[in-house]
C-alpha cells in the first residue's frame, strides 16, 4: 500500500488564504505589505522564481518592487540599491535573488540587508538568533518543511529526525527548527560513513542534498515521514527529487511529492515572513 501524500500545493493555498485575510484587514488599516526582489543577471531559473514571488504579491494583495540588473552591475550598485530599500518606508521586506554573479559576494550583500527586513533569514543576525532560539525571521524553505511535518498530525517532539545536508539555505536551519520542536536530530552529508545505518532509524527523514533519486527504499524506515527538499531536472526535462518517490512510497509513511511538495511552500512562507515584518515594523506586533 502506498504511503500518504503531503500536498503542498494545498497547505500552500490555505495558508495563502488565511495571510489574504490579514493582508485586507491591514490594508483596511492604510498598511500594504511591500516587498522588494533584486535580480542580477540572467539566470532562467531565477527569473522564473522571481515571476512566482511577483505574482504571489499580487495575489495576496501585497505592494511589490522588482528591480532587474544586468549580470555586469557592480557590487557598489547593488549595495547601495539595498540600502535605499533598507530605507524605503513602503519596503518590508528585501529578498536579493541568490546566485549572484561570481564578482559579487553574495555574503557582503546579505549582511547588508536590514534585520528586521530579511525576510529570507539568512542575515547572521537572524541565523544567530535561530541557533540560540530567541525569535527571528526564518529561513522560508525550511520552516515550509517544519509547517508540512505538522500537517500530518504527526507529533515531532520525541522522535528521531535525520537531515541528508548540511547547506547554510537548508540542512543546518531545517535541523535547528527540529531541535526547536523537541526532536532529536541526526545531520549526515557527504562525508558520512554510514549513512543508511542511520537513516534507517529516523522516523522524519528530510533530504537536502541535489542529488536525483539518491534516497531509495533501503534507506527508509517503515512509516516514516519523508520530506524531499530536492528539486532537480533529468535528462529527460522531467524534475526529480533527490528520493527516489516510486520505491519509497511502498514503505514510507507521509511522503512528499516532487514537484508539488516543498516548493509550493517556499515562496508561501517568504509572503508571510513579508507580513510579519510589515507588522513588526509598523508597530502591530
Known amino acids: 500500500m502506498s504511503a500518504p501524500l503531503i500536498n503542498g500545493k494545498q497547505v500552500s493555498e490555505e495558508i495563502r488564504g488565511a495571510l489574504k485575510g490579514q493582508v485586507e484587514l491591514l490594508v483596511k488599516q492604510g498598511l500594504t505589505p511591500g516587498l522588494a526582489v533584486v535580480l542580477v543577471g540572467e539566470d532562467p531559473a531565477s527569473q522564473v522564481y522571481v515571476r512566482n514571488k511577483e505574482k504571489a504579491c499580487h495575489d495576496l494583495g501585497y505592494y511589490s518592487e522588482v528591480h532587474r540588473l544586468p549580470d555586469s552591475t557592480s557590487q557598489e550598485d547593488l549595495l547601495s540599491l539595498v540600502d535605499k530599500l533598507n530605507h524605503q518606508d513602503n519596503i518590508h521586506g528585501i529578498l536579493v535573488q541568490l546566485p549572484l554573479p561570481k564578482h559579487i559576494e553574495e555574503k557582503a550583500v546579505i549582511d547588508a540587508i536590514a534585520v528586521e527586513k530579511d525576510v529570507d533569514g539568512f542575515h547572521p543576525v537572524n541565523v544567530g538568533n535561530l541557533v540560540i532560539g530567541d525569535d527571528s525571521l526564518l529561513p522560508c524553505t525550511?520552516?515550509?518543511?517544519?509547517?508540512?511535518?505538522?500537517?500530518?498530525?504527526?507529533?515531532?517532539?520525541?522522535?528521531?529526525?535525520?537531515?541528508?545536508?548540511?547547506?547554510?539555505?537548508?540542512?543546518?536551519?531545517?535541523?535547528l527548527l527540529l531541535q526547536r520542536e523537541h526532536a532529536t536530530v541526526t545531520m549526515c552529508h557527504s562525508r558520512t560513513a554510514n549513512m543508511k545505518e542511520l537513516t534507517k532509524q529516523a522516523d522524519i527523514l528530510v533530504v537536502a542534498i541535489g542529488r536525483a533519486n539518491f534516497v531509495d527504499a533501503s534507506y527508509v524506515k517503515p512509516g516514516a515521514v519523508i520530506i524531499d527538499v530536492g528539486m532537480n531536472r533529468l535528462d529527460n526535462g522531467k524534475l526529480a527529487g533527490d528520493v527516489d518517490f516510486e520505491s519509497v512510497k511502498e514503505v514510507s509513511g507521509p511522503i512528499t511529492p516532487v514537484p508539488g511538495g516543498v516548493g509550493p511552500m517556499t515562496i508561501t512562507m517568504l509572503m508571510q515572513n513579508t507580513l510579519i515584518a510589515a507588522k513588526r515594523l509598523s508597530g502591530l506586533v
Request: no cysteine.
Open 142 to 175: 525550511p520552516a515550509g518543511v517544519i509547517e508540512l511535518i505538522k500537517r500530518t498530525g504527526i507529533e515531532i517532539a520525541g522522535k528521531h529526525a535525520v537531515v541528508i545536508g548540511r547547506s547554510n539555505i537548508v540542512g543546518k536551519p531545517v535541523s
